[in-house]
DNA sequence: ATGAAAGCGCTAACAC
DNA sequence: GTGTTAGCGCTTTCAT
């Protein structure tokens, strides 16, 4: 007899239901069907028997029953923080978080409930999730967005995961982005082309965003340690520049935009970088437009590297040379370690010494066609 | 005194601990709580005192408890079909309606739980989370891709919305993007703009996307309509098309750069289209690029329409002239009425008429400077 | 107007 | 090895 709809739809097969199938209590049928008690003390044949009446009638536990009994829901909450740059997030970031998370929670049997992904939820309702015992442990993306406010919810939340922030202090997990490495491989990619005239471009997003800082420091020592200079002129971000931008959605470009008519105005070529890095894809964008505008050849006149590797980099023409980030693997490693901290210490590992709260990822580059050799060598 | 985190923390506070604190029982304190019983068998200072203790004593109902007393989990699932030819869905789409969805949710005090947003869960767990009292109610996004198996999931699940598909038969709700009218809407402001000779670039996937074929027909009847020819080679798409594309991320910019290529090919200026429409902005990215590269200008040699008014569209230079869908509205009503659905029918309205199944949106179109009058109007 | 009591379906001691 | 028992925290019917 095959499950036809209608079995399935009427089949609220309960516990007690197996229990009475099989000849024993409820009490037998929960253990064997959660492998508790060590998996042992049950007799072989009940256990198969238990098993194959519990497959045959298509038990589903309850979920709030066990909830309740068990006092753990087995899911995990996402909380994005509303970032006040941007009414719509970071698609292709939290995109590929995404993937990552929900890839551990089907591997560990947690379920992903939504706190804020495109709303924007206050951070309270965190809290609420937990207290409500609707969530075991909460995953926080942005919270560098919500200031002070991240390290109160932390002292609070018994479990949490942060995706690019850390939070000394606390005992949450943080996923991070290495970006001082990221700008490293930028520039090492860039110098093993020949170029030595290099130009940052951040975010022109106040307050400065972490990411950006991180960049713009990495892309200094990088440089520094290959003993190039930097003229000041030719780092822009928002400490930088006087400007205040009217934040919309083209925020990003219209930094990249502004950074390339500025570094490109100035009359004698051999004073002008012979490559840019930008903070991200879309920074880059904006260069690139701007640089075509002028007339400036990419990467023939300029090189360009941006970060993210995204779908972005992809449809321009040219192509961008991008750094990405191990997104999905972030997320991945985010939400697994969590699980892990949530389950009971029941892992054979007696005294596992707890890992690491902070995992540093690190970055590779996608080349594309935006870089190449600079036009000449010389005036290096 | 304030509510600093430990006593947060601590606070497990039940019912019970609020009707000793009142004085009373729990039925009375989870009957004020709720509103139930019509909200009026109960003395006013006996509400009042309740609520105000509740208040003080930051109370939180827990959520599995209640599911499993009530049967109901005041939770929709999110079910978005892993589509076969892009490994990362349409961010912009989903994130847009992911924006509506979750506000609906919020309004109603419903939570969402992620079944699947950017994984590849199969639609089998829709079922499970339906029998496990996880969810009340399904929203199926890409449902299209999942082809027979909608229906059979349709005829099983006790309520669940279609985003963009309907399925004859069940009584799902279905909300719609009117494409037709998409069409039209774009065809009216090229042809309002002096166009005669337009063309329209489908998506190349195989099978053809739905919305794809909706856009082609609609397209031919506003043109028809208008009384305007359309040459069979000025329609591209996987049907017209006898090229297999290697399906990537690319997919659809490789359709609009071949379709350009090939609709300019023609000696004759006056036997080419001075206007395209495509499918969505990443064709008209490529077919932007190969027309660039072929060194016409747009909009002075030809004009460019997308469809979904995405970043993308404003990024690229032109910026794009873009068809918009009402996504955040098309998520907001389809969670909105997916609730009303699963609510008992206690509202004031005893027999109010059940809303139809199928909603339909209409478009609106940003025009920006992708568009402009055709150079000369006389080889129309 | 309020309360007693019977579950909801499951887990986890603890007893046998 | 297996069953008994006592809840988990809430809703809801039915007495009072």
């Known amino acids: 007899m095959t499950n036809s ?60 029953a066990q909830s309740l009994a068990s006092r753990r829901s087995r899911t995990l909450g996402l909380y994005v923080a509303p970032a006040p740059w941007s009414s719509f997030g970071n698609p292709h970031y939290e995109g590929l978080l995404l993937r990552g998370i929900e890839k551990a929670c089907r591997e560990k049997k947690y379920r992903l409930l939504v706190v804020n992904l495109q709303g924007d939820e206050s951070p309270d309702a965190c809290l609420q999730e937990v ?22 919810l932390l002292d609070i939340l018994p479990h949490a995961a942060l995706i690019d922030a850390v939070c000394p202090g606390t005992q949450a997990i943080s996923v991070m982005f290495d970006n001082t490495a ?43 340690s290959r003993a190039l200079e930097v003229p000041p002129a030719w780092v822009f971000d928002a400490a930088s520049s006087g400007v205040e931008f009217d934040v919309t959605e ?39 437009r701007r ?27 040219p192509t961008i040379t991008s750094v990405r980030q191990p997104l999905e693997e972030m997320g991945f490693q985010a939400a697994g370690r969590l699980i892990e901290r949530i389950e009971p210490a029941e892992k054979t590992s007696p005294e596992a010494p707890l890992t690491d709260n902070v995992i540093s ?16 060598d010389v005036a290096g």
Chains 1, 2 share one sequence.
């Open 5 to 64: 709809p209608a079995t399935i739809r009427r089949s609220k097969v309960t516990l007690r239901d197996i229990a009475t199938r099989a000849g024993c209590s409820t009490a037998t049928v929960s253990t064997v069907l959660n492998n508790a008690r060590g998996n042992t003390r049950l007799s072989p044949d009940t256990q198969k028997r238990i098993l194959e009446i519990a497959r045959r009638m298509n038990y589903r536990p309850n979920h709030a």
């Open 131 to 152: 207290r409500q015992q609707r969530v075991d442990g909460m995953i926080l993306i942005q919270s560098g967005a919500m200031g002070d406010y991240t390290r109160r």
């Open 182 to 224: 990221a700008m490293d491989l930028a520039v090492e990619h860039l110098v093993s082309l020949g170029h030595r005239r290099i130009a940052f471009i951040g975010s022109c997003i106040v307050p400065p965003l972490t990411d950006s800082v991180q960049r713009r420091e990495g892309f200094l020592r990088a440089m520094k």
């Open 250 to 288: 083209e925020y990003c470009q219209l930094e990249g935009d502004r950074a390339a008519r500025m570094l490109f105005s100035h009359p004698d070529p051999s004073k002008r970088p012979t490559a840019l890095i930008a903070y991200n894809d879309i920074v880059a964008a904006g260069a690139l």
């Open 291 to 317: 640089l075509q505008e002028k007339g400036l050849s990419v990467p023939g006149d300029v090189s360009l590297v941006g970060v993210d590797d995204s779908d972005l980099a992809r449809i321009l023409r």
């Open 361 to 376: 990822f690190p970055p590779t580059i996608s080349i594309h066609q935006s870089t190449a050799p600079p036009k000449d």
